[in-house]
């Protein structure tokens, strides 16, 4: 094995004395989209009385405002964190009044591909949705619907390729799960796009942008941070890139694939075979995010 396995950690009290600055996921670690875990708002209690520094990132493809609401909602206020970062501000921010999102050349007129919902990223921008793929200048992905079928979806994919429009993905997640569901996300289809010869720009984790945002806020070197994530290939793939070390979180996105350990017992084999199948490397590994 040519890696250290992580160090299995009873909660994140742990790595207090050794980071002072904290990069949190959100679906799967502090919600499961509808609730808040409860040892999740108490971590985070307890990072921000400790002069920790703590940074929220999702890859949700909402404006960071809508998501801190609805953090409200759960009980999450604003004291319990020191920055908010989402893959929607990011996308906002970099197609805000400029022909230009970051790497690729866009124009004006787009088409949406995810709830209609979701299309109000765009507000702000000078953007301008438009009803058919054959009037856009780019197509920005944001999720799947769920009355769509694949063939629905892959003729799509096809007539946007045919015209050579780029892709903003607005979410990289593969899954997500929200309550008990697993939904498939914005990344799944931009890698589709991908696959089919498209090209895609993303924005969120794993992404190196992402990270240098949240060490802005953070306002420290990068030796003092730790990311906390359930994703192998997202937060944690995305802490590696960026030079910081990970934890991951086992009771999230991975939790049919490596169920949390009980006692101590682990099937380390398993946890073996996914790092190397994802080339994502915790340094330390927990059940879920608590003090």
């Known amino acids: 094995m040519a890696f250290a396995r992580p160090t299995l950690l009873t909660g994140i009290s742990e790595l207090s004395e050794a980071y002072d600055g904290f990069i949190i996921d959100l679906f799967g670690v502090v919600h499961n ?3 808040a875990f409860a040892g999740a708002i108490d971590c985070l209690a307890h990072l921000i009385a400790s002069g920790k520094r703590v940074v929220l990132l999702s890859n949700s493809p909402r404006r960071k405002q809508e998501v801190s609401d609805h953090l409200l909602g759960m009980g999450i206020s604003d004291a319990f964190y020191d920055g908010l970062i989402t893959s929607g501000e990011l996308v906002f921010e970099a197609l805000s009044g ?8 866009l124009g004006r007129r787009f088409y949406h591909m995810g709830p209609k919902v979701l299309s109000k990223l765009m507000a702000g921008t000078g953007k301008r949705a438009v009803p058919a793929v054959k009037d856009a200048d780019f197509v920005l992905v944001t999720g799947t619907l769920e009355e769509q079928t694949l063939a629905e979806r892959e003729a799509l994919l096809h007539a946007c390729h045919d015209r050579g429009l780029p892709m903003i993905c607005a979410n990289p997640d593969l899954q997500v799960l929200i309550g008990d569901r697993r939904l498939e996300c914005a990344g799944a289809i931009a890698a589709r796009y ?4 498209g090209k895609a720009c993303y924005f969120g984790k794993p992404h190196r942008q992402a990270y240098a945002k949240a060490l802005g806020v ?5 030796p003092s941070v730790v990311c906390i994530g359930d994703g192998l290939n997202t937060d944690v793939l995305g802490a590696n890139r960026s030079g910081f070390d990970a934890v991951l979180v086992m009771g999230g996105i991975h939790q049919s694939e490596l169920r949390p350990y009980q006692e101590g017992h682990i099937d380390w084999k398993r946890v073996d075979d996914l790092i190397v199948m994802y080339q994502a490397y915790p340094r330390f590994m ?4 608590s003090w």
Do not use: F, K, Y
């Open 98 to 105: 400029t022909e230009s999102g970051g790497c690729l050349q």
């Open 286 to 289: 927990t059940n879920s995010l």
């Open 218 to 222: 953070l306002a420290m070197p990068t």
């Open 194 to 197: 991908e696959a089919i010869g």
């Open 33 to 35: 989209g509808e609730t």
